[in-house]
């Protein structure tokens, strides 16, 4: 049986494109959802194929930046599939990971998805840096004025009674503690 895996990143995209791909390739039954790719944590439809393909399976794809983009996460489901016997495809790619080619596309195609996911965290690092030297960028506003905490704090008042009363956690207290 085919089964078809569909991902955008955002609520803001479309998967419609993904889905005609995987329905004109024959899935029988196609899961999609809206989850960024770099983990796998919190992506419950590809978890749910994952948990449901049987041997003999194929999972179909557009392109494997859908499914994973570190080349560990790529690796992990890859070896999952493999113990259950089921096959892995990507229809704009020559993916096929029941031939030996396939395979090697598979993995090189994991590596380039996971430079192209560095290389977007080191661009927007660089940008925030000039942003900083620049005096645009200051951060996130301070959630909890320091010295509120620090005059509640020397009326004897705890971390927590604190927390409460700034509507903030106790870890955020506990940045602004004093132990003198």
Not at 120 to 130: A, D, T, V
Request: glycine share 8%.
């Amino acid at each position: 049986m085919k089964y078809g895996y569909a991902r955008v990143s955002t609520t803001g995209q479309d998967l419609t494109i993904q889905i005609e791909s995987l329905e004109k390739e024959g899935c029988d039954v196609i899961r999609h959802e809206k989850v960024s790719g770099t983990s796998t944590k919190g992506r419950n439809e590809l978890n749910t194929l994952l948990e449901f393909l049987r041997d003999g399976d194929e999972l179909v794809v557009v392109r494997i930046d859908r499914l994973a983009r570190s080349i560990r996460d790529l690796q992990n489901i890859v070896h999952r599939l493999k113990e259950k016997g089921v096959v892995l495809r990507a229809i704009e790619q020559p993916v096929n990971t029941s031939t030996s080619a396939g395979k090697a596309f598979l993995d090189m195609l994991g590596v380039f998805a996971e430079f192209e996911t560095n290389l977007r965290k080191e661009r927007q690092m660089e940008g925030i840096r000039q942003a900083k030297e620049r005096g645009v960028y200051k951060g996130r506003s301070k959630s909890i004025d320091s010295d509120k905490v620090k005059e509640l704090q020397s009326q004897g008042m705890g971390a927590s009674k604190i927390a409460k009363l700034l509507g903030c956690s106790r870890a955020s207290v506990y940045l602004h503690w004093t132990t003198e």
